[in-house]
T-cell receptor, first 113, second 114 residues
Framework: KAGVTQTPRYLIKTRGQQVTLSCSPISGHRSVSWYQQTPGQGLQFLFEYFSETQRNKGNFPGRFSGRQFSNSRSEMNVSTLELGDSALYLC????????????FGPGTRLTVL | AQSVTQPDIHITVSEGASLELRCNYSYGATPYLFWYVQSPGQGLQLLLKYFSGDTLVQGIKGFEAEFKRSQSSFNLRKPSVHWSDAAEYFCAVGPFSNDYKLSFGAGTTVTVRA
């Protein structure tokens, strides 16, 4: 079974631009979560989607948004990029059920100049 | 709200020596607990997990962890470290049925010296 895939793996943007990151979960997984990882703040939860519905959102500004498609693939969008948005963005998928393991993708490294 | 504390930011250990990474959690009930490892430039790989039952949990790569309710701890151990164990290790709690998220500790970086 293929793992969680994220595209692109690396991105360089400038302040004020917007960016879209993509995540394809493991086949059969309907839950997709996004996390931001920075040296200063560590791993922080962005949002979680299940069957195209956002079930929870972390404490991030409205510039951060996401969606999930009917095939469970998910995208997250960051508008009006700031320098502080430079981070590794990780996507994780899991089956339904609260205690099931989350499988992480390799991440997208976003650099904002 | 649940939280996770990893008291050690950085640990250096000699190859072949034992390793113990500390993790303390704060939660009203018995949580779901995880240890993940992250190699440079990579995503997170699950080492082991605890949901219930036997408090000593075996994981991959020779790692084990012990859940101690009285101490709110879930420490990770490995009897003999290999150079390939150099990485960052994260303890996490969750996800919970009401918020669906994992809460991570700040991580512990392990350096292995020859």
């Amino acid at each position: 079974k293929a793992g969680v895939t994220q595209t692109p793996r690396y991105l360089i943007k400038t302040r004020g631009q917007q960016v879209t990151l993509s995540c394809s979960p493991i086949s059969g997984h309907r839950s997709v979560s996004w996390y931001q990882q920075t040296p200063g703040q560590g791993l922080q939860f962005l949002f979680e989607y299940f069957s195209e519905t956002q079930r929870n959102k972390g404490n991030f500004p409205g510039r951060f948004s996401g969606r999930q498609f009917s095939n469970s693939r998910s995208e997250m969008n960051v508008s009006t990029l700031e320098l502080g948005d430079s981070a590794l963005y990780l996507c994780a998928s899991k089956t339904s059920g609260a205690n099931n393991e989350q499988f992480f993708g390799p991440g997208t490294r976003l650099t904002v100049l | 709200a649940q939280s996770v504390t990893q008291p050690d930011i950085h640990i250096t250990v000699s190859e072949g020596a034992s390793l113990e990474l500390r993790c303390n959690y704060s939660y009203g009930a018995t949580p779901y607990l995880f240890w993940y490892v992250q190699s440079p430039g990579q995503g997170l790989q699950l080492l082991l997990k605890y949901f219930s039952g036997d408090t000593l949990v075996q994981g991959i790569k020779g790692f084990e962890a012990e859940f101690k309710r009285s101490q709110s701890s879930f420490n990770l151990r490995k009897p003999s470290v290999h150079w390939s164990d150099a990485a960052e290790y994260f303890c996490a709690v969750g996800p919970f049925s009401n918020d669906y998220k994992l809460s991570f500790g700040a991580g512990t970086t392990v350096t292995v010296r020859a």
